[in-house]
């Protein structure tokens, strides 16, 4: 099945600081690429639909200033924390989709953001 | 009103115990459904898919109900390696290819 990887696994950080977080399609390229974010005991919301080379569409109550998507290639979308706190700590989850063959999204690992 | 309700649980069973789960979304416009598990500080994986007909793979039944606007899951013959939170998923309004998850139903079967 496709693989999906996300990078890093886990990361603590001082508050005020910029963390990005790296979601890579490794066989198989990705149309759409899609960022979730968990809290403890609660689903995974959809903060933003990214496709390659156009801007990122966000859910409404996600700040696209503060949580910036790149998606460069068809193999890799960035997701940077910018000016982290204490309440954007969370389990960032992005997926990966090509819609040539089915409606089907490859999730990564997720990476467990905590900020100090 | 969520857009996707589940029972969140627990449900604790015993080993060949069957289980069922059910789910009950918003959006009568939703045309795809799905079932995901996730184990304990993991990402979700894919279970299965939801047909109108209702399916079945191995030891999990599917079925929805569009009518009623409700979705469920049965596990027969528990293994201890079921345990984890299974979500409830549909494509939600913006297209299809948008999921929204349901909290999840954590299930736990035991020796």
């Known amino acids: 099945g496709a693989v999906v990887s996300q990078h890093p696994s886990r990361v603590i950080c001082k508050s005020g600081t910029s963390v990005k977080i790296e979601c890579r399609s490794l066989d198989f390229q990705a149309t759409t690429m899609f960022w979730y974010r968990q809290f403890p005991k609660k689903s995974l919301m959809l903060m933003a639909t990214?496709?390659?080379?156009?801007?990122?569409?966000?859910e409404q109550g996600v700040e696209k200033d503060k949580f910036l998507i790149n998606h460069a290639s068809l193999t890799l979308s960035t997701l940077t924390v910018t000016s982290a706190h204490p309440e954007d700590s969370s389990f960032y989850i992005c997926s990966a989709a090509t819609w040539r063959e089915s409606t089907e999204q490859f999730f990564g690992p997720g990476t467990r953001l905590t900020v100090l | 009103r969520k857009e996707v309700e589940q029972d969140p649980g627990p449900f604790n069973v015993p080993e060949g115990a069957t289980v069922a789960f059910n789910c009950t979304y918003s959006?009568?416009?939703?045309?795809?459904f799905f079932w995901y598990r996730q184990d304990c500080r993991k990402e979700p994986k894919l279970l299965m898919s939801v047909y109108s007909s209702g399916n079945e793979d191995g030891r999990f039944t599917a079925q929805l109900n569009r009518a009623s606007q409700y979705i469920s899951l049965l596990i027969r013959d528990s293994k201890l390696s079921d345990s984890a939170t299974y979500l409830c998923?549909?494509?939600?309004?913006?297209?299809?290819?948008?999921?929204?998850f349901g909290a999840g139903t954590r299930l736990a079967v035991h020796p």
């Open positions: 998923v549909v494509n939600g309004p913006g297209g299809y290819n948008k999921l929204i």
């Open positions: 959006n009568s416009a939703s045309q795809s």
């Open positions: 990214s496709n390659e080379g156009s801007k990122a569409t966000y």
